[in-house]
């Protein structure tokens, strides 16, 4: 803070060298900030231009606040349970004992299928676990009948399993570099200091770990919240979440009020913002020992 | 014991990743009744719409790649040169596509550029084309703006920069001839990944109304029944040939400085 | 019976064998140095005792205990590592302290000897930085309490000061023998670097291939070195051939002239060749007092180092160097001159290759 009092605005240059970044800020401000800033700006207005915030009381009905809560649950269990998948499987090949061989293609893998997400994804599940799929009828010839177990694809658990496939890997790419980082002789330092394996896991190696298993956290939290197409594709129009409720009211106002759009749209960036400003407050507090 | 759990963790792993694919491949194949072929795969390449539609993608691709590369790589530059101080700017910018989800950012689009703004953009064919680039680019630019970023720090580009100017290049020689060569393999890298983003992409070619490949692969999966996981197939295949590019480069880079 | 006992160590690596037939006896409060190039085994046979490594056979002995099946975190040992390994995500304090976190030692004891061990290492005001905020040499200086703290039985240093500047490395080695010394605690020590493990071990462990090629003080490692190896790792060697004239008196013929052998066993019969070495030190320019062997020399090349000048001459076909002090009378010979030198028959060691 100090620093910015004790600048001297004598000392002022002409910012010549800013001028280099223009062309990329033009574009931020164009096709980044400006839009963003016309849904909050939106969210305050009436159709006429005037403050309210109204639009914002009028996103408390039971169709929208169950929206945005399957939203946040499906963001939040398919975030843990992609960490939780991908690091067993992340440390199952860095520390695991397995062949060094499996790790490249592993890697590849984790590329493509992160990548792999939107409409063929559905396409895939559905020709998997869907009603015909290959696995539900391989079950049901063996006298299993996966609906009796109320299991549905087009159904919130469904987009959950079809949501790990993209979740998972990104977990795999950004945690195995971060296990790769653990030094072996943070590991032995602890053996010989008479430390058990949970001991070591516990005092050294999670809380190195800690920021970066946070901030995938709150990446693939943003990824599943935001993901619109393989929901789409998966289940149409019908499923009560919120991008694919937005979605449906950019295309065809079916909410009856222009603005209420932006108020919804609004509410997104709010949580997926929220859960970003969580993950940098606690990773500050967490990295006092990090350059 | 660790083995033991490594195995079963990392093979249910495989498991559950393998499934859907044998389970797409199987099912692309079963359009003819009572046994395998190649029908579906008939079907969609003879659709004439799969062409457009991926035609315009591969179009909306190239142009995404080409803009990104000219806005990111002079900038990533300049802010490793002469602008450290803006570094955390910068990166915080590059890092907001991931926290604003698309749909958030195309529903921003839709609003200011209709017909009634100042920019009307989506007014016209070439001016939603447009936007929709941009759209690409902005989804594109952290992956973009890190690997490029990444490729300049192996680079010394101060003593670069001096070294080419004291032999009297200007800034455009710099760029092009200097420090673009030097970070090809990042921008390969880049590139291949932009190009397996956009390829796909639904969200905002469905909104701007655009004749994309996502949108009309959605369309399909909606009225048919074999040609959808035929596409996924054939969508896997292309996301795994531009991850496979993208190793290609990189290992070919390798050698290079091996050689050197 | 020694403190730590080591008995006929093997370890294979695969069809790779690292350690052969190891076999020693370190007395408590001994500070023991292994030296020898990379891949000799030294590094293995620590990690052995460290419990890192499990022997492919024979056994570790702690203090009469057997603990050659043992974990690691029951052996009660502390180490230091070439890069430190502090834990980076605690402060100085807790990294000292963790030994006794995990030992259950209540917070205020742990305080205490946290307090003690920083105060040993000359660093009493830096509990509460990390690691990250630390010099090289302190964040050592910080590894070696950590390793003291919970009072081990064994201290073992695997490349301590490798990753120090030159100054620092020095420093620290003296001050890590003053602690060792003043604990009285066992410690065994890897290097590579001869100079190392001659300023501050009680006995040096050279080792090549997997093998000890010598064990023993390092006045007598230097002076007495066993093997060709021994002789050319620990320090310069000026290696000479001589014919055998009788092996019972010790008598050969150098370069036409005899020279009769003040110590060593000739186990070589008469006519045959044995080699000779002599420290750079010990070989003069011009005819010494004392010194009865004296031969014809070129000089070759001349290295002024300061308080020594290096000469490298030319004697009976092979290439000498010789160290002389400076003096300022004394002007070095310029190169290509012919001069004579000279060694006293005492100071050849006869190699047993």
């Known amino acids: ?291 | 014991m660790t083995r033991f759990l490594a195995w079963t963790a990392f093979l249910l792993g495989v498991l559950y990743f393998i499934l859907p694919l044998i389970g797409m491949t199987e099912f692309s194949l079963k359009m003819r009744r009572g046994e395998y072929s190649f029908d579906a795969y008939r079907a969609v390449f003879g659709d004439p719409r799969f062409w457009e539609t991926f035609s315009y993608s591969l179009t909306l691709a190239a142009a995404t790649i080409v803009f990104g590369v000219l806005l990111v790589v002079p900038t990533a530059y300049w802010v490793r040169l002469k602008l450290p101080q803006a570094r955390p700017i910068i990166e915080f910018i590059t890092l907001l596509p991931l926290v604003i989800p698309a749909i958030v950012i195309v529903f921003g689009y839709i609003r200011l550029y209709n017909t009634s703004s100042i920019l009307p953009l989506t007014g016209s064919a070439l001016g939603t084309d447009i936007l929709l680039t941009m759209g690409y680019a902005t989804l594109a630019l952290p992956y973009m703006y890190r690997a490029v970023d990444t490729g300049l720090r192996t680079i010394d580009v101060a003593t670069l920069t001096e070294a080419a100017q004291s032999l009297g290049a200007g800034w455009f020689t710099i760029l092009a001839r200097i420090i673009l060569p030097n970070v090809l393999v990042a921008v390969l890298s880049g590139a291949f990944l932009t190009l397996a983003i956009v390829i796909g992409e639904f969200t905002m070619a469905a909104l701007l109304n655009r004749p994309a490949f996502g949108p009309f692969m959605q369309l399909l999966g909606a009225n048919r029944a074999y040609e959808p996981p035929a596409l996924a197939v054939i969508a896997f295949a292309i996301t795994w040939g531009c991850m496979g590019l993208i190793q290609l480069v990189t290992r070919f880079s390798k050698h290079e400085r091996a050689k050197v | 019976m020694a403190f730590l006992e080591l008995s006929n160590l093997e370890k294979v690596f695969g069809t790779n064998r690292v350690v052969t037939d190891f076999t020693m006896g370190i007395e408590k409060g001994e500070f023991v140095s292994l030296l020898g190039p990379s891949g000799c085994g030294k590094t293995t046979v620590l990690r052995m005792v460290a419990g890192f490594e499990t022997p492919t056979s024979g056994a570790i002995r702690i203090d009469g205990q057997d603990v050659t099946g043992q974990r690691t975190n029951q052996r009660a040992i502390g180490m230091m590592f070439q890069a430190y390994a502090l834990f980076p995500n605690m402060t100085v304090a807790d990294n000292v302290g963790f030994g006794l976190k995990v030992k259950g030692v209540p917070r205020e004891e742990r305080k205490d000897r946290v307090a003690e061990m920083l105060r040993l290492i000359g660093l009493p005001d830096l509990g509460s930085r990390f690691p990250f905020q630390l010099s090289g040499g302190q964040q050592q200086r910080v590894a070696l309490a950590r390793a003291l703290a919970p009072r081990p039985r064994v201290l073992l240093l695997d490349e301590p000061l490798s990753a120090l500047d030159a100054k620092v490395r020095v420093s620290l080695r003296n001050e890590i023998r003053d602690i060792q010394r003043e604990l009285g605690i066992t410690a065994i020590f890897v290097t590579h670097d001869q100079e190392e493990a001659m300023s501050i071990s009680d006995r040096i462990v050279v080792m090549n291939g997997g093998i000890a090629e010598q064990v023993g003080a390092p006045f007598e490692i230097y002076n007495n070195p066993r093997t060709r190896f021994v002789a050319g790792f620990v320090g310069t060697l000026n290696m000479l051939s001589a014919t055998v004239e009788d092996p019972a008196e010790r008598m050969l013929t150098l370069a036409g002239q005899r020279v009769v052998l003040a110590r060593g066993e000739i186990a070589t019969p008469r006519g045959e060749t044995v080699t000779l070495a002599l420290r750079p030190e010990a070989i003069h320019l011009g005819r010494a007092e004392g010194c009865e062997v004296a031969l014809p020399a070129t000089v070759e090349e001349v290295h002024f180092l300061g308080s020594v000048i290096r000469i490298r001459a030319r004697v009976a076909g092979t290439v000498v160097a010789l160290d002389t002090f400076n003096r300022p009378d004394q002007p070095p010979p310029p190169p290509g001159s012919a001069a004579e030198i000279s060694f006293a028959a005492r100071d050849v060691i006869l190699l047993a290759d």
Do not use: H
Request: charged share 10%.
């Open chain 1, 1 to 291: 803070m100090s620093k910015f009092q004790l600048r001297r605005p004598a000392k002022r240059r002409l910012p010549l060298e800013w001028l280099g970044i223009l062309p990329f800020v033009a574009f931020a401000m164009l096709f980044l900030v400006l839009p963003t800033m016309k849904i909050v700006v939106g969210a305050f207005q009436t159709s006429d231009g005037g403050f309210t915030l109204q639009n914002l009381i009028d996103l408390n009905t039971a169709s929208i606040r169950s929206a945005y809560w399957t939203s946040i649950k499906l963001s939040l269990i398919t975030a843990l349970l992609g960490c939780a998948v991908g690091f067993a499987m992340a440390s199952a090949v860095v520390f695991g004992g397995l062949p060094k061989r499996v790790r490249s293609p592993l890697l590849t893998f984790s590329g493509v299928a992160s990548n792999f997400a939107g409409v063929p994804l559905a396409f895939a599940f559905i020709a998997t676990i869907g009603p015909a799929g290959l696995i539900t009828l391989e079950l049901r010839d063996l006298g299993i009948n996966l609906r009796a177990y109320g299991f549905n694809l087009l159904s919130f658990w469904g987009l959950v399993v079809t949501y790990l496939f993209f979740q998972i890997p990104l977990m795999i790419l950004i945690i195995i570099p971060a296990l790769d980082g653990l030094k072996r002789e943070w590991r032995e330092a602890a053996d010989v200091l008479g430390a058990t394996s949970l001991q070591y896991w516990r005092m050294v190696a999670l809380p190195i770990l800690f920021p970066s298993l946070l901030g995938t956290f709150a990446l693939l939290f943003a990824n599943a919240f935001g993901a619109v197409a393989t929901a789409f594709a998966l289940t149409g129009p019908q499923l009560n979440i919120v991008p694919i409720k937005l979605f449906a009211q950019i295309r065809g106002d079916v909410l009856g009020n222009p603005n209420l759009g932006y108020a919804l749209a609004f509410g997104m960036i709010v949580i997926t913002g929220l859960a970003n400003v969580t993950y940098i407050v606690l990773r500050t507090r967490s990295e006092r020992w990090l350059k």
